[in-house]
C-alpha cells in the first residue's frame, strides 16, 4: 500500500491563488487516478475535482487539478480564492487491490 | 438525485457491537460500488470499507479486517456496516458514500456522501 502527503496546512490572501500538494510514497502518481474532496468545517465532504484534473458540475474553473510525474505528486490549484474557499481539502486515491487512500487533508486559510 | 442516509450511530462500550445502515434513493443502488468512510473527532478521513455493487467483491481497511463486515441488501436499497469487537479508536462519524461510476468493482471516487451517523466507543 501506499501514503498520500499533504501539507498540514495553507494559507493566502483573497484573490490570491494556492497550490495544494499530495505526493504518493510509492508507486506511479499516474497509476491511479486521484480526487480531491473539500469538507467546509461541520459539513459533508464534496467532490471539486476527480479523475485527475475533471471538474463536477457546479465547481467553478478557479479549480483545476494536475499530476506530475517527476515529484509523483497531484496538486488542486485554486485561483482567485474566495473566503468560502476556506476548508479541509482532501487527496484521495486507490491502489490495485481497491484499497482506497485519502491523505492526511490540508486546511485553507483565507486570510 | 442520489440521497444517501445513515442511521444506526450510538454510543456503546468496548468490545460490544453495532450496525449501521445507510438508505440509498435516486440512484439504481445496485449498480454503483459503495463505501464507508469514518472521520475521527478533529481528525482526516478514513477509508473503512468497499462494496461492488453485486456485493459479490469486499475490501476492509487493516484498522478493522475481522471485526467489521460490509453488506448490501439491493433489494431494499440499504448499505450496512456490522461493527464488531469496538474499540475507543473506533469512534468517529461513519459516512456512507457512493461511487461515481456504474459497474466499477471498486470504489474509485465518490459523488455522493450521507451526512454522516456518530459511532462513540466509551465506558
Known amino acids: 500500500n501506499f501514503i498520500l502527503t499533504q501539507p498540514h496546512s495553507v494559507s493566502e490572501s483573497p484573490g490570491k491563488t494556492v497550490t495544494i500538494s499530495c505526493t504518493r510514497s510509492?508507486?506511479?502518481?499516474?497509476?491511479?487516478?486521484v480526487q480531491w474532496y473539500q469538507q467546509r468545517p461541520g459539513s459533508v465532504p464534496t467532490t471539486v475535482i476527480y479523475e485527475d484534473t475533471r471538474r463536477p458540475s457546479g465547481i467553478p474553473d478557479r479549480f483545476s487539478g494536475s499530476i506530475d510525474s517527476s515529484s509523483n505528486s497531484a496538486s488542486l490549484t485554486i485561483s482567485g480564492l474566495k473566503t468560502e474557499d476556506e476548508a479541509d481539502y482532501y487527496c484521495?486515491?486507490?491502489?490495485?487491490?481497491?484499497?482506497?487512500?485519502f491523505g492526511g487533508g490540508t486546511k485553507l486559510t483565507v486570510l | 438525485e442520489a440521497q444517501l442516509l445513515e442511521s444506526g450511530g450510538d454510543l456503546v462500550q468496548p468490545g460490544k457491537s453495532l450496525r449501521l445502515s445507510c438508505a440509498a434513493s435516486?440512484?439504481?443502488?445496485?449498480?454503483?460500488?459503495m463505501s464507508w468512510v469514518r472521520q475521527a473527532p478533529g481528525k482526516g478521513l478514513e477509508w473503512v470499507s468497499t462494496i461492488s455493487g453485486n456485493a459479490g467483491r469486499t475490501y476492509y481497511a487493516d484498522s478493522v479486517k475481522g471485526r467489521f463486515t460490509i453488506s448490501r441488501d439491493n433489494s431494499k436499497n440499504t448499505l450496512f456496516l456490522q461493527m464488531n469487537s469496538l474499540r475507543a479508536e473506533d469512534t468517529a462519524v461513519y459516512y456512507c458514500a457512493k461511487d461515481r461510476t456504474p459497474y466499477s468493482s471498486g470504489w474509485y471516487s465518490g459523488d455522493y456522501w450521507g451526512q454522516g451517523t456518530l459511532v462513540t466507543i466509551s465506558s
Open positions: 484521495q486515491s486507490y491502489d490495485f487491490s481497491n484499497h482506497v487512500v
Open positions: 435516486g440512484f439504481t443502488f445496485s449498480t454503483f460500488a
Open positions: 510509492s508507486g506511479s502518481i499516474a497509476g491511479n487516478y
